[in-house]
């Protein structure tokens, strides 16, 4: 069955063309006229005509395609512009440009200048001081410092999503700069959700670092994502409330027990008129009593997403960030200890990985992945041992309503008895996951090719492949079961025909042959590529006959084989 290539919309041609003809006709009287002119207001002509998001389409275009130069930048810089991105010509912002935005993009709401890094950090805080209503801004890998975050904080209330990652000049102390203003006394910045602190290596010791960090968990009450390596240290600190000892945070701000009282003192008047509401509608499960319990205690902090937690950190994390729904667990080489994934009862996204050697198996999480196996929509386990054949099948069993599922196992031989039972059938039944697009399997360890376990897995994978009418990418990569006779056996299936929504394939190192990817090949599904690289069973003169037959077929198909 022959695929068309994907269809180009209308107005995604119509870019395309302006675009390409952008030096030759858009460009001509610009370029006679007003090439050094970076200054005036108002430039008549078809792009202040255009809808500010097909502008910021068309320098995205052009950027890509490395047709953007500086003349044809200032043709595009209108002043209805909403949204601007520039990450895609980092290279050509300078100075000038700058200037340009500053007076022509005065209603800006997202500014991105990602990686432009020519800019200084004056006349980035220039820009930023007369933007009052950006409500996300993308400043990584520029020049940001403390100038630049003092303006951020000063003037940019709506602010809801910062990005510094990678600034090699931002501190402790200037970060704290964008949450309390230090010459009016005040916290600013208040409806910031996102600050992306990737990368960002602390300047001096790391307890001032985490002592900073955990100021702005306590000043920003909506604060929902704040990825950095300190971050663990910074909530220990809050839960443990070790702050009450480390007096001032940084020279010029409050200390963090005052922070802390504050923002206590703050949830507890908003949870206290909440209650008083459900007590003035006969709720008696409220009252001003619990209210005033609850505020003594610590802050409930909005964090949704978590990464790199340490696992003995599980527990009081957990009790401070109830509302998380992404997390990363950093596992020990311990057996489990005793914490639970029973309290975010929001998880949707989780990642539990080993960082050395395996030394866990899947099977001690199992009890604790049952509790939350409901709600997850992704679930990624990195570098753990599979010891027991049903395992893997419990766990997706658990977990009905995966979208996406990545992993990778060890598995190590085990002692059979020198008469090996009979291997029993494969299951006809699916394993239900009808919301699954994205599988992927690794397998290692000398386990992996034992006659047992190589029958157990392909029957499990015809279970998962059946089971998954929405799968648009499958990996399996070391996998030694008998593909070929997974694949016969799915797509043998009566109809519907599973598998037809694939796109990706990745059979790496796996134990397939040419009649195997040919199953996969003539599918009649969008398949856009397929990875058959170290399959040993593939031979050169079988990727060149699956190239000819994608050909022959019109297929917009790539094979890899290497």
């Not at 002592?211 to 306590?218: G, V």
Request: a neutral charge; charged letters at 20%.
């Amino acid at each position: 069955m022959s695929r068309r290539k994907e269809v180009v919309t209308l107005t995604g041609l119509c870019l395309q063309n302006i675009a390409d003809n952008m030096q030759s006709v858009w460009m001509k009287d610009y370029m006679t006229k007003n090439m050094e002119e970076y200054n005036f207001l108002f430039i008549e002509g078809p792009f202040n005509q255009l809808a500010g998001s097909l502008v910021q389409e068309l320098i995205r275009i052009l950027g890509e395609s490395h047709k953007l130069n500086k003349g044809s930048l200032h043709l595009l810089l209108q002043p209805h512009l909403l949204e601007l991105s520039l990450r895609s010509c980092a290279g050509i912002v300078n100075v000038a440009i700058m200037q340009l935005v500053t007076v022509r993009c005065k209603h800006l709401t997202s500014l991105d200048l990602h990686s432009c890094n020519r800019v200084p950090a004056a006349s980035l805080a220039t820009l930023i001081e007369g933007l009052p209503r950006l409500t996300k801004l993308c400043l990584a890998d520029t020049q940001c410092d403390s100038l630049v975050l003092e303006a951020i904080g000063r003037r940019c209330p709506r602010l809801c999503e910062l990005d510094v990652s990678r600034c090699k000049k931002v501190s402790s102390s200037s970060l704290l700069s964008v949450v309390y203003d230090t010459q009016g006394a005040a916290f600013c910045c208040q409806a910031l959700r996102v600050l992306l602190l990737q990368d960002v290596k602390p300047k001096g010791s790391p307890e001032q670092w985490a002592q900073a960090l955990c100021f702005i968990l306590l000043a920003l009450p909506s604060l929902e994502e704040l990825p950095n390596p300190s971050l663990s240290a910074a909530l220990n600190l809050l839960y443990n409330k070790s702050f009450t000892k480390a007096g001032t945070c940084i020279d010029g701000f409050p200390p963090l027990a005052e922070v802390a009282q504050s923002r206590t003192a703050s949830e507890g008047k908003i949870k206290g008129a909440a209650n008083m509401r459900n007590h003035q509608l006969n709720s008696p499960a409220s009252s001003p009593k619990v209210t005033q319990q609850r505020s003594s205690g610590m802050p409930t902090l909005r964090l949704k997403k978590l990464e790199d937690l340490e696992e003995d950190d599980v527990s009081a994390v957990g009790s401070l960030c109830p509302l998380v729904e992404e997390v990363a667990i950093s596992l020990g080489d311990q057996p489990l200890a005793s914490w639970s994934l029973v309290q975010w009862a929001h998880l949707t996204k989780l990642t539990l990985h080993c960082p050395q050697k395996p030394e866990r198996t899947l099977e001690e999480f199992l009890a604790a992945l049952q509790v939350t196996g409901n709600s997850l929509q992704v679930l990624s386990i990195q570098n753990l041992m599979w010891c027991q054949d049903h395992s893997l099948p419990a766990l997706l069993t658990m977990c009905p309503n995966l979208r996406s599922f990545q992993s990778h196992f060890t598995v190590l031989r085990q002692n059979l008895p020198p008469n090996e039972p009979e291997l029993p059938a494969w299951p006809r039944d699916p394993l239900p996951l009808p919301r699954l697009h994205t599988f992927s399997l690794l397998i290692e360890g000398e386990g992996s090719s034992q006659n047992t376990f190589r029958h157990k897995l392909g029957g499990f994978l015809v279970s998962v492949l059946k089971g998954s009418p929405q799968l648009e990418s499958l990996s399996l990569c070391g996998v030694q079961a008998p593909l070929d006779s997974v694949f016969e056996v799915v797509y043998g299936s009566s109809p519907p025909r599973p598998l037809q929504r694939l796109r990706a394939v990745s059979l790496c190192g796996s134990n397939v042959t040419q009649w195997g990817a040919s199953l996969v090949v003539r599918s009649g599904s969008d398949l856009r590529t397929l990875d058959l690289s170290h399959c040993k069973e593939v031979t050169c003169r079988d990727h060149h006959q699956l190239q000819e037959r994608a050909r022959k077929e019109r297929l917009n198909l790539t094979i890899s084989w290497l």
